[in-house]
């Protein structure tokens, strides 16, 4: 061994000497990586408090910020950052029929509930078309004499009415008859007395008013049957009375309106005049058909039949202009049709000229 490596070994073993334990090497390294792994933790919460204060998304920064660097070949130009849109759902398609609830809409179905749409139709009644109409029947009739013409039925909220017009020869004393499923109600006083009528008890009253004084006679015929027979005073209470003695069975028609080419299935006629029907569900629910003077429209427009009409929530309204007026169709709350049925009812509706809007 030379001078130079006995220099070199005397001065390893005096490094070996001074140097630590392998237990307090192992501790010595422990504690510095404890060190760096606190520094680690002091730099990333601060860096994701800047992040915070900056509104950039703290995520994306620790993703980015924890990407390993590789070594290239060559410098790789950066990624172009990815430029965010707002998402875009598929535009909805226009619903083939729009529901009515109580409800009818001419506007596509939308993604969401509109706020004018009912909140649920699931307790509301489907209701469907079926075809033609079949007329309510007036189930009496007064002997034909020559002082009174033909009667002609109409009917109100469920009641039936014939009216017998007179000639000059009653001196236009018409008389109506009732047919009730309820016993009458009447809002104004009158002289009343008691009368033998069809063998049962009866009310005859007479209401003092001009030009004629009005006599109204009425009786329950059965458990759910009232009568009540209307004239003047051109009839005694005597001649009232053989009047009411003197009503047989019939079957007049009651004379709509309109003809209907489509009806709402399972629903009953409620009211038919000169200017509207109304159908009736089970439930009191009801459809009106009303033709009225002439009204503006305004909304988007429809068409149905030769007409244009406008399509709201619960009521299609048709400008019928070789009438000079309006028809309305309404879906009373509590009932649903979709729009198509809507708009092929109104089509079949064919207005009459005995019709008078109102």
Do not use: C
Not at 139 to 157: F, H, I, N, Q, W
């Amino acid at each position: 061994m030379d001078d130079l490596d006995r220099l070199l070994a005397e001065s390893m073993r005096d490094a070996a000497d001074g140097a630590p334990s392998d237990g307090g090497l192992l501790a010595t390294v422990h504690q510095r990586s404890r060190r760096y792994h606190r520094r680690r933790i002091v730099t990333g919460l601060s860096a994701a408090a800047a992040v915070l204060a900056l509104g950039i998304p703290f995520g994306a920064v620790l993703v980015t910020r924890s990407a390993p660097m590789t070594p290239s070949q060559g410098t790789v130009p950066a990624a172009p950052a990815p430029t965010t849109e707002p998402a875009t759902s598929p535009a909805p398609s226009p619903s083939a029929s729009a529901s009515v609830s109580g409800s009818a809409s001419g506007s596509p179905a939308a993604s969401h509930t509109p706020s004018s749409a009912p909140p649920s139709s699931a307790s509301a009644t489907v209701v469907k078309l079926e075809d033609g109409y079949t007329a309510p029947v007036f189930p009496y009739t007064l002997p034909a004499t020559d002082g009174m013409k033909a009667p002609v039925a109409s009917m109100r909220d469920g009641d039936l009415i014939a009216l017998f017009e007179a000639t000059e020869l009653r001196d236009h004393a018409d008389t109506t008859v009732t047919v009730s499923s309820r016993k009458p109600v009447f809002d104004t006083d009158a002289t009343q007395t008691t009368q033998r009528v069809r063998g049962h008890s009866g009310t005859l009253r007479t209401l003092d008013v001009e030009p004629a004084r009005q006599l109204t006679l009425w009786w329950q015929e059965s458990s759910s049957r009232w009568i009540q027979l209307a004239t003047d005073d051109t009839y005694t209470p005597q001649e009232v009375v053989a009047l009411a003695t003197s009503l047989s069975a019939g079957a007049v028609a009651v004379s709509p309106p309109f003809t209907l080419d489509r009806s709402p299935a399972g629903l009953v006629a409620d009211t038919v005049t000169a200017s509207r029907m109304s159908f009736r569900a089970a439930g009191g629910e009801k459809i009106e058909v009303v033709l009225r003077k002439r009204r503006e429209l305004t909304g988007d427009t429809v068409t149905v039949g030769d007409y244009q009409g406008v399509l709201t929530q619960g009521k299609l309204a048709v400008d019928v202009t070789d009438w000079d007026a309006t028809l309305e169709v309404t879906v009373g709350a509590g009932l649903t049709m979709s729009g198509a049925d809507l708009l092929r009812f109104a089509e079949g509706v064919h207005i009459l000229n005995r019709s008078d809007p109102e």
